[in-house]
């Protein structure tokens, strides 16, 4: 994997380059549908790839290991071959579902016990198993296993929790280093920055994930209930120290407005559940602010779900799209999650667009208060 720089904005940290991967280039600032079990959920990958025009997805560690399994995906010859998907796959360790699971996980300085969720059945993630499963899965993009503390973590836990993730990250380079990609084409390891909301272990972490000159570099555990401004925070502690000339992957970030300011404080990757989860539930995001589909304002409203034609299913009116979800309708949670990615497809396009133009900064002064409208 190779990353070019192609323009910095001069007011801000914002940047506009080129990511190459065996599947393709990804020009950044770039925003990846989530597709946790091999699957953006209710879109094809015809829409994926015309309309919303996604060069990457995500596939999910630990849902994938469950179901199908890895010999499936063996099988298949890897997840692009599994979910015919020809462009660029990243993985999550699946350390964040892992965690989660509170009450059904024992961690250990060899790696974590956990039950599954689907069936209640025994697993083992360790730092080299979990490189192991990504290598079957083959994405382009493969995470290092890590620790998410939770975002009200106190300072010592937080610390704790960051010797573990360093520790397991040394092992999980090893393993990478000792194994080799299975389907003829390279793949890169990205380690997570993690340290929770405390501006010294941030900066510890991030000194310790740049020792081993990686293809890239992921910050983790934000937006996981801190204020935005205390992720924004983070932000600048960590990208002080990543280097330029290597991406930046923000992960489960987030609204559009934390998009814009991730990409004016330097953040090149982004991923959130967020445009298909909200838009299943009748939330939109649109050019012009948030629209609350089921509201009975739209009743009667026959005018385009987003006049700048984003996307498609731009052109059906808000009237019907509010019939489909009131009907309960599966048409209308396809539509609002179509509309959503291209939504931010569209708005990292428009920020990359205005980086090479110079005139970012006054470009997402003139946008922020728009996405915060709630029509």
């Not at 001069?10 to 549908?33: C, D, N, Q, S, Y």
């Not at 390279?186 to 941030?202: N, W």
């Amino acid at each position: 994997m190779k990353f070019e720089k192609i323009r910095s904005d001069l007011k801000t940290k914002a940047r506009a380059g080129k990511i190459i991967t065996g599947h393709g280039v990804i020009e950044t600032p770039v925003f990846m549908p989530v597709g946790t079990a091999g699957t953006v959920k209710g879109v094809f990958h015809r829409e994926l790839e015309n309309d919303i025009k996604a060069k990457i997805i995500l596939g999910n560690t630990y849902h994938l290991y469950l179901r199908p399994g890895t010999e499936v995906i063996k099988e298949a010859g890897g997840l692009h071959r599994f979910v015919s998907w020809n462009r660029a796959i990243l993985t999550d360790s699946g350390g964040f579902q892992v965690f989660s699971l509170a009450a059904n996980r024992k961690i250990t300085t060899e790696g974590c016990t956990f039950r599954s969720h689907i069936d209640g059945s025994k697993h083992f993630f360790s730092p080299e198993n979990v490189i192991d499963i990504q290598r079957i899965i083959g994405a382009d993009i493969i995470m290092a296993f890590d620790e998410c503390p939770p975002g009200d973590s106190d300072f010592a836990y937080a610390s704790k929790s960051l010797e573990l993730t360093q520790n397991w990250l040394e092992r999980c380079i090893r393993q990478f280093e000792n194994t080799q990609p299975l389907y003829g084409y390279e793949q890169s390891i990205f380690p997570i920055v993690q340290g929770c909301v405390y501006p010294d272990l941030r900066k510890k972490a991030a000194e310790h994930a740049v020792k081993f000159n990686c293809d890239g570099y992921s910050i983790g555990g934000l937006s996981v209930g801190e204020p935005s401004e205390v992720m924004y925070e983070m932000i600048e502690v960590v990208n002080s120290i990543l280097p330029e000339d290597k991406p930046r992957y923000l992960m489960g970030v987030g609204t559009p407005v934390n998009l814009l300011e991730g990409i004016s404080r330097g953040i090149d990757m982004f991923d959130c559940v967020m445009p298909t989860r909200n838009g299943r539930n009748g939330m939109l995001f649109t050019s012009k602010g948030i629209i609350n589909i089921r509201n009975k304002k739209w009743e009667q409203d026959f005018s385009a779900i987003d006049s700048e034609n984003i996307s498609f299913v731009d052109s059906y009116s808000k009237a019907y799209l509010r019939h489909l979800f009131v009907a309960n309708e599966m048409l209308g949670a396809q539509i609002a999650s179509i509309h959503n990615l291209a939504f931010y497809l569209w708005l990292v396009c428009e920020a990359r667009n205005k980086i090479v133009e110079g005139v970012f900064e006054e470009w997402k002064n003139m946008m922020v208060p728009k996405l915060r409208n709630r029509l």
